[in-house]
């Protein structure tokens, strides 16, 4: 059984946009910039946006981060977002979701100019996913497909079920493995909370993709043998006997299905890392032009 190391496969993927700045900063041009807007103090979303600025300096790329409290108007937000639209120097802006509930989140993904929005939210990106075009894909399943490039994990004519139909993973990752691209051309199912018979539906997969935010939810018993197993789920699960007082774990009981899978992607150390590669390779898109 191959485990898909995210470790291994963003390192690829940083190793190359850091040749890249290379000869950007040799030929005297100005870097890729990447600015975060983070509202609130909420722990995880502290975590993710630490991560992505960190992964920005070690690739060459700036960055900034702009905080702002919970309690932040909506309108001062999307004052903000107008700010770094007109930004020369800024490629790519990023706004860490959830938001608090008295901003409307599709007002604030709709603010950003699609040339700079390096999540891949914006309805003219996504529309643009759907017809197969040029775009910003949204970092989750970009780094999902990089990494089965990576690791030369055919999908062409396979059967794909994913489970989630978030705007942010499940959807996005269930039109790009039903695209005529390398690592799409499957028959793709996708599932949601409605879904009837999801285990008989997950046993005739060829790749599964748990994107629902339940720890431990795809068994052994669902997993047909030899399917590909991706595991998107990030939940903090509370343990006394962890240094942090928690512990991360996916939407896949990983024991379970290492005795099933041909491949596995482990929480962590797996999507997650390639989240943030995905979101590196879009603030370069950016930079270049889409
Ligand atoms: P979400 O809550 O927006 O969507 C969850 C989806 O799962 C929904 O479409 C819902 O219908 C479906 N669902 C819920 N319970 C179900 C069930 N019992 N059976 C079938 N479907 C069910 O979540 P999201 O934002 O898509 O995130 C999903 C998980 O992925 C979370 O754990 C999140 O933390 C994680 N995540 C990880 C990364 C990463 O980089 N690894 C990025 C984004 C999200």
Do not use: W
Request: proline share 4%; with cysteine.
């Amino acid at each position: 059984m191959l485990v898909l190391d995210g470790k291994i496969a963003a390192a690829a993927v940083k190793a190359t946009l850091l040749e890249q700045t290379q000869a950007l900063k040799a030929a005297g041009k100005r870097m890729p910039h990447l600015a975060a807007i983070l509202v609130g103090n909420n722990g995880a979303s502290e975590t993710y946006v630490a991560s992505k600025v960190k992964n920005c300096e070690e690739t060459g790329f700036g960055s900034s981060l702009y905080r702002m409290e919970a309690d932040v108007e909506e309108a001062v937000l999307l004052a903000k977002i107008a700010e770094l639209n007109q930004d020369p120097n800024c490629d790519g802006i990023l706004v860490q979701l959830p938001l608090p509930k008295h901003i409307k989140e599709s007002n604030i993904i709709e603010a950003i100019d699609p040339a700079k929005d390096v999540d891949g939210f914006h309805p003219v990106n996504v529309g643009r996913l759907v017809q197969g075009l040029n775009t910003f894909i949204p970092a989750t399943p970009y780094g999902i497909i990089l990494m089965l490039e990576h690791f030369n994990i055919e999908t062409k004519g396979k059967n794909a079920v994913v489970i989630g139909r978030s705007n942010i993973v499940g959807r996005p990752m269930s039109i790009l493995l039903s695209s005529n691209i390398a690592q799409g051309n499957c028959t793709v199912t996708i599932c949601h909370s409605h879904t009837k018979n999801l285990k008989e539906i997950c046993l005739g997969a060829d790749m599964i993709v748990a994107a629902l935010g339940v720890p431990n939810f795809l068994t052994g018993d669902m997993i047909k043998p030899g399917a590909v197993i991706v595991d998107v789920g990030i939940t903090r699960v509370e343990d006394a006997t962890a240094k942090k007082g928690f512990r991360i774990k996916g939407d896949v009981h990983y024991e379970e299905a290492c005795a099933k899978a041909s491949a596995i992607t482990p929480v962590p150390g797996g999507v997650g890392l390639m989240t943030i590669a995905g979101l590196l390779k879009n603030t370069m898109k950016a930079y270049q032009g889409l």
